[in-house]
C-alpha cells in the first residue's frame, strides 16, 4: 500500500512546536526569544537569550521525527549558542538514541500534547561557541532582526 502524504505542511506541525518551547524558555528566564534568526546559511528555529548575569543563550532546532538531521544542526548552532537543543514531540522522543547527544552535548526537549515541555537530556554549555558570533546573534535577538548572519 503507498504511503500517503499529509497535506499539513511539516514546516507549519513544527511551528506548533515553536509556542510550547518559546514559553519553556521565557520561564527559565530568556528575556528575548527570537524565532527563524538567520545564522549564515541556516535559520535557528529559535534563539533564546538569557540577559540576567551570568548571561546565556539558547538555540533550539524543532524537529517531527528526523532527529539524526537535528543532531547536525544543533552541532552547528553550537558555534552561536551557550546551549543547544532540539525539540520534539514526546511520541518521537521515544525513540530517539540519545547517545549521539550526549557525544556532542546537545539536550532533547520533549513537547507533550498538553503543551507542557520537558527535558529529556539537558545541553552541556558548548566548548565549540565563538564568542563574536554569541554577540552578534544576542544584538540581533534583542533588537528583533531575524537576519543575523545572513549569508
Known amino acids: 500500500m ?6 499539513i505542511p511539516t ?18 528566564g530568556c528575556q528575548v526569544v527570537v524565532p527563524e534568526l538567520r545564522f ?3 535559520g535557528v528555529d529559535i534563539y533564546g537569550v538569557k540577559q540576567s548575569r551570568p548571561r546565556r543563550t539558547y538555540a533550539v532546532e524543532l524537529k517531527l521525527v528526523k532527529w539524526q538531521r537535528a543532531i547536525q544542526q544543533a ?23 540519545l547517545v549521539p547527544f550526549k557525544n556532542c552535548g546537545v539536550g532533547v526537549l520533549t513537547v507533550r500534547e498538553d503543551g507542557s515541555v520537558g527535558r529529556l ?3 552541556e554549555r558548548s566548548v565549540e561557541r565563538r564568542q563574536h558570533y554569541v554577540e552578534a ?5 534583542e533588537m528583533g532582526d531575524r537576519s543575523c548572519l545572513a549569508s
Open 121 to 123: 537530556l539537558d545541553a
Open 11 to 28: 514546516r507549519k506541525l513544527e511551528r506548533e512546536l515553536a509556542e510550547p518551547v518559546i514559553r519553556y524558555l521565557r520561564e527559565i
Open 75 to 97: 552541532a552547528v548552532y553550537q558555534l552561536c549558542a551557550d546551549y543547544s537543543f532540539i525539540a520534539l514531540p514526546i511520541k518521537s522522543a521515544l525513540n530517539v538514541d
Open 40 to 42: 549564515f546559511d541556516r
Open 137 to 141: 546573534m544576542t544584538k540581533h535577538a
Open 2 to 7: 503507498p504511503k500517503i502524504k499529509s497535506s
